[in-house]
């Protein structure tokens, strides 16, 4: 758990300055979590489930831009 925890947290710090990214902003080991910038639409998990299912063209294009 430490060592998958330990991975992303360089990652996101790696990629600090990634506009397609949530930013780390501070990080506790005891009890181990991360603290991340706030996203006023929430998770995009749920946002993405909360939506109608997008044209496939719309879809290609989100892909190719999550894809750079």
């Known amino acids: 758990l430490y060592s998958e925890f330990r991975s ?5 710090v790696t990629l600090r300055y990634c506009p397609y990214l ?4 501070a990080i506790s080991l005891q009890p181990l979590c991360q603290v991340i ?8 998990f749920a946002y993405i ?12 294009q ?7």
């Open 8 to 12: 992303e947290l360089l990652l996101g």
């Open 22 to 25: 949530v930013t780390v902003i």
């Open 37 to 44: 910038e706030l996203m006023d639409l929430g998770d995009l």
């Open 49 to 60: 489930h909360q939506q109608p299912t997008p044209a496939f063209q719309i879809r290609l």
């Open 62 to 68: 989100l892909a190719l831009a999550v894809g750079k």
